[in-house]
């Protein structure tokens, strides 16, 4: 599947119930507006050598368990600090991981996906290669999460990066972790079950989610790194 790319698609601060976006649908090339589709990693190394780009090796695999998985997100986070926003996507096999909620609510007004550490858990997450300046450009988009690297199967090799919440994962005082879903049935479940979030949720002050989140108990640390 190939497919034009604008900084206005996918726009989660004007429609943060969207959250996380359209993500690529496997592995492919960012370049020019469009995102297109690869056969296979020998066919995408095929195509950054033909544009002149940075080879695979060149670049750092982080992981996307959120928006970072959506090609106009990273479109825009590039091109609005203007670094180069051309951006191999790859998939890659997790171990030992699973996706849910970060303990906070974004200045956008969604509650972002932050992965957490389950054993035996195998998860195929995509993975965004990244030069050194991009990598820079999108830490600084990050405050809320913390870059580490974990085990991953990713074009023979055993590691990746990965963004951890510095919040914590959301989770009921005694129960599961709750497992990445729409912020429609997110919101619900917490209006539900966590006393006092409608009022935090209102509250302009990003903070007051996490504050809440914490102080009932419904933030885990993520046993990540």
């Not at 951890?164 to 209006?191: H, K, T």
Request: hydrophobic share 40%; with cysteine.
């Amino acid at each position: 599947m190939n497919y034009d790319v604008t900084v206005t698609d996918d726009n989660l601060s004007a429609r943060p119930q969207d959250y996380p976006g359209r993500p690529v649908p496997g592995i492919g090339l960012l370049l020019d507006g469009r995102f297109s589709t690869a056969k296979g990693v020998d066919d995408l190394t095929t195509a950054l050598r033909r544009h002149g780009l940075t080879d695979l090796a060149g670049r750092t695999a982080v992981l996307a368990v959120g928006s970072n998985a959506c090609a106009a997100v990273i479109l825009r986070k590039l091109e609005s600090v203007g670094v180069d926003s051309a951006v191999p996507f790859l998939t890659g096999a997790a171990t030992d991981i699973s996706v849910g909620h970060s303990a906070h609510r974004s200045v956008a007004g969604f509650i972002p996906a932050a992965p957490y550490a389950t054993v035996g858990a195998r998860r195929i997450l995509t993975a965004t290669m990244f030069t050194g300046d991009q990598l820079a450009a999108i830490d600084a988009t990050e405050p809320n999460y913390r870059r580490i690297t974990v085990a991953c199967d990713l074009r023979g090799e055993g590691r990746a990066e990965l963004y951890v919440s510095r919040w914590g994962i959301i989770a009921p005082p005694g129960g599961s972790v709750l497992p990445l879903m729409s912020q429609a049935e997110l919101f619900d479940r917490l209006s539900e079950g966590c006393r006092g979030f409608g009022q935090a949720r209102a509250d302009p002050d990003p903070r007051a989610v996490a504050d809440l989140l914490d102080e009932q108990g419904w933030a885990r640390d993520s046993g990540l790194g």
